[in-house]
T-cell receptor, first 111, second 111 residues
Framework: KQEVTQIPAALSVPEGENLVLNCSFT??????LQWFRQDPGKGLTSLLL?????REQTSGRLNASLDKSSGRSTLYIAASQPGDSATYLC??????????FGAGTRLFVKA | DAGITQSPRHKVTETGTPVTLRCHQT?????MYWYRQDPGHGLRLIHY???????DKGEVSDGYSVSRSKTEDFLLTLESATSSQTSVYFC??????????FGSGTRLTVV
């Protein structure tokens, strides 16, 4: 059974810091991995989608990597800003509609 | 999110009454999903659809039914609402090889 773990559960950093969020999964047989952000009381906004044949994706200050052999994905946020404060979730898409979401990392960026 | 809307955004209902939530998409995506999100449980799949009139159960389907009579609409019905169904409900869509796009959510309170 696929299990998805996100560490840390919460993180507080000063503005301008570069940071890494982690997503670990137990079964390397995945189709895609997707990163989302969720603001309080809001829906999930897609940040990056990494297909199984890819190793990373970049969008602006965000970079996500995928290492299936080690069961790990990381989301790198460069030069963090207070507006980056949100909960970040990873979703491991394994096909057969068995997408497993991590519990999320709550990020707070202090001005 | 653009291309997917949920209604209503908020609803308060009494125990024992039926409730229907609507998800509408304009992306012509084949796959549609209903999730609920609760503190401590994360996102859990209720039902999903892989085409018109083609639906199946997720991990927490008891007490819920769905219907999809058109590609663009996916309805979630709580047959007889209970307090344990108080939650935030999210609809999502996807297509082959793509990630998920989520709606803004419906906050349902059963009193």
């Amino acid at each position: 059974k696929q299990e998805v773990t996100q560490i840390p559960a919460a993180l507080s950093v000063p503005e301008g810091e570069n940071l890494v969020l982690n997503c670990s999964f137990t079964d390397s047989a995945i189709y895609n991995l997707q990163w989302f952000r969720q603001d309080p009381g809001k829906g999930l906004t897609s940040l990056l989608l990494i297909q199984s044949s890819q190793r990373e994706q970049t969008s602006g200050r965000l970079n996500a990597s995928l290492d299936k052999s080690s069961g790990r994905s990381t989301l790198y946020i460069a030069a963090s800003q207070p507006g980056d404060s949100a909960t970040y979730l990873c979703a491991v898409i394994t096909g057969g509609f068995k997408t497993i979401f991590g519990a999320g990392t709550r990020l707070f960026v202090k001005a | 999110d653009a291309g997917i809307t949920q209604s209503p955004r908020h609803k308060v209902t009494e125990t024992g009454t039926p409730v229907t939530l609507r998800c509408h998409q304009t992306e012509n995506h084949r796959y549609m999903y209903w999730y609920r999100q609760d503190p401590g449980h994360g996102l859990r799949l209720i039902h999903y659809s892989y085409g018109v009139k083609d639906t199946d159960k997720g991990e927490v389907s008891d007490g819920y039914s769905v219907s999809r009579s058109k590609t663009e609409d996916f309805l979630l019905t709580l047959e007889s609402a209970t307090s344990s169904q108080t939650s935030v409900y999210f609809c999502a869509i996807s297509e082959e090889g793509t990630g998920y796009t989520f709606g803004s959510g419906t906050r349902l309170t059963v009193v």
